[in-house]
């Protein structure tokens, strides 16, 4: 089952002049169309091609180890300040269009075109692979498997463009070559998601189940992997963004980034959608409270054979999680820290949010009775954690002073460390690698996606029992009644704030929090403030530290929202080559 994961990273060194240019121009390789697309292993591995930028808004050291969006939303702290760097001009509101216009080389540029680049080539791979697969020697029965999969991810390419910019031009099946002059208009975002849901409505039929693939081909797109990206693409549509959210009054431009008018009724079609996936029985969520309270949270992460994920990223055995987020102490660089507004948005043990005066929240000892998942997606001052010098655990200390990893703006810039997706048996520096696949989709997004869809057209306490779910799994308590900590006769709006919430800490680090504050049109309140922080003050000794005094202060960069940045600019250089291509309101 790891034959394909081999494949997928072997081929990224083998086509290495993808990256930058087209490996199938003489001019900067041997190889031609001729020559790949004779031969049934270079097929395969030109479709391998494809695959291996799937993760590339996931990726952690995005943008040369300079972070992702997550940095610009409220769940993380950058350590760094250059305004050269996208993480930055993102969060502090001062992107262009210019800052689109660089070479857009996937998991390694410093600038913000693979927004726009990295999803266009893939298209344009892909097209180029279905139009020279009638003469490649695989079977007719492998080749319809192969375009199958190469327009689900076609449709995943695609879809961040649309959640990104709104409508783009939709190109079918069309070849550009080098010589061609493409001067084609935007979709309307409304045109947009018909033609993705219709591709994907084809070829779901098309693929296997899961289990039905031989171990070889382990982690190939599967039919539940397109009734998922269905089910994502129609809840953003649905959103107040999209829903007629334009911010625009120009009528026309607004047909392009979003729905005309609000429709209530396209959040039957995201509730249908998400049912679908969920009524496979393919998947289900990594559920153990017996080895700890939210194991299954945790060990999760750590499995690439799970019955949770749908679609992931599938890497080597390694230490990439913990060299992101992990104190130096662990062998970390810390690119990332979170803040203390996701702290705090994780509820008790209970289920209670921390503002509930009968949570048993206290103040004073933060980090006890918290939900389970708190512990597994934060370090926090006296976390225990694996240190390799000791070949044991050991207190992380992020106290003010602390002698390795305290609160200065140079190592812990927020009191906090990640913990998210990393094996805490082991840490960056030492021990064994660990097995892991990025989750680029897992059934807890689609019983979110869900859950959020049947509150929109209320049917409340139906969307309850989908948190429900997630919060048995977190190893959150019942109570009684077995409500996980939610009131009886919760309203719809107060629902609203929970769902999201849930989505929040559920799915914390794993590339939704930005499309979700734009999508909600919530940015402007949580991306246009001071993050929070927690200082650390210990009453007690280097040697025998704490009692502790905690206190919230703000960080030291005000993040900067606009409205334009709804949605971010398409590069200037395609406005001015591509003349019926309109940019984006307020750009």
């Known amino acids: 089952m790891k034959k394909l994961l081999i494949l997928l990273l072997g081929v990224t060194a083998m086509l290495s002049a993808c990256k930058k240019d087209d490996f199938l121009e003489p001019k900067t390789s041997a190889l031609t169309e001729q020559t790949v697309f004779s031969d049934s292993t270079r097929t395969m591995a030109f479709l391998s091609r494809i695959y291996a930028d799937a993760g590339f808004s996931f990726q952690k050291l995005r943008w040369s180890n300079h972070g ?7 769940d993380a702290e950058y350590v760094f300040s250059g305004t050269g760097q996208v993480a930055v001009q993102l969060y502090s509101g001062i992107v262009t269009p210019l800052a689109f216009m660089g070479n857009g080389t996937a998991f390694s540029t410093s600038d913000a075109s693979d927004f726009w680049v990295t999803p266009w080539a893939n298209i344009r791979r892909v097209n180029l692979l279905m139009s020279q697969l009638p003469r490649t020697p695989l079977s007719k029965k492998m080749q319809a498997r192969v375009t ?15 959640v990104t ?20 208009p935007r979709t309307s975002y409304a045109d947009g998601i018909d033609y993705l849901t219709a591709e994907l409505d084809e070829i779901a039929p098309q693929l296997p189940i899961a289990a039905e693939y031989s171990a070889p081909d382990y982690g190939r797109v599967t ?5 998922a990206l269905k089910s994502r693409i129609l809840l953003q549509a649905a959103s107040p963004l999209f829903n007629g959210g334009a911010e625009t009054s120009d009528a026309s431009l607004a047909a392009l980034v979003s729905y005309p008018s609000t429709d209530p009724s396209r959040w039957q079609k995201a509730a249908d959608a ?4 969920i009524d496979l029985g393919t998947y289900s969520l990594n559920e153990d409270n017996v080895t700890k309270p939210g194991y299954g949270f945790y060990s999760v992460f750590l499995r690439r054979v799970n019955s949770e994920y749908i679609f992931a990223y599938h890497r080597p055995a390694n230490k990439d999680m913990e060299l992101y987020y992990n104190p130096s102490t662990r062998g970390g660089n810390k690119y990332s820290m979170p803040t203390q507004n996701i702290v705090d948005a994780f509820p008790m043990r209970n289920g209670k949010a921390i503002t509930d005066p009968t949570s048993g929240y206290n103040a004073a000892n933060p980090y006890v009775g918290r939900d389970p998942r708190f512990n597994y997606t934060i370090i926090y001052n006296g976390s225990s954690y694996y240190l390799s010098s000791a070949g044991r655990a050991a207190p992380v200390y992020t106290y003010e002073g602390a002698p390795t990893d305290g609160f200065d703006v140079t190592t812990s810039a927020t009191g906090y460390y990640g913990r998210k997706m990393c094996d805490s048996t082991t840490s960056q520096g030492g021990g064994s690698n660990t097995e892991r696949s990025w989750p680029l989709i897992r059934l807890a997004e689609v019983k979110l996606n869900y859950a959020e869809a049947l509150n929109e057209l209320g049917r409340t306490e139906d969307a309850m029992a989908q948190i429900f779910d997630i919060r048995r799994r977190a190893g959150i308590t019942p109570g009684s009644p077995a409500r996980y900590g939610i009131k009886s006769g919760i309203s719809q709006s107060e629902a609203r704030e929970l769902i999201r919430n849930e989505r929040h800490i559920e799915l914390a680090y794993e590339d939704h929090r930005w499309n979700d504050i734009r999508r909600w049109k919530t940015a402007m309140v949580i991306s246009n403030a001071y993050n929070n922080r927690m200082r650390i003050t210990n009453r007690g000794t280097t040697a025998a530290p704490g009692p502790y005094t905690y206190n919230v202060v703000p960080t030291i960069r005000r993040h900067n929202f606009r409205p334009e940045m709804y949605l971010l600019p398409i590069p200037d250089a395609e406005i001015r080559k591509v003349p019926q291509m309109r940019q984006n309101p307020g750009w």
């Open 165 to 184: 910019f709104g409508g783009v031009p939709i190109v079918g099946d069309k070849v550009y070559g080098i010589e061609d002059v493409i001067d084609m």
């Open 68 to 74: 992702n969006t997550e940095l610009a939303t409220d």
């Open 223 to 227: 039919r539940g992997a397109c009734l």
């Open 274 to 277: 998400a049912k679908a996936v």
């Open 148 to 162: 199958a999969e190469a327009r689900f991810l076609r449709a995943w390419y695609y879809h961040y463009l649309l």
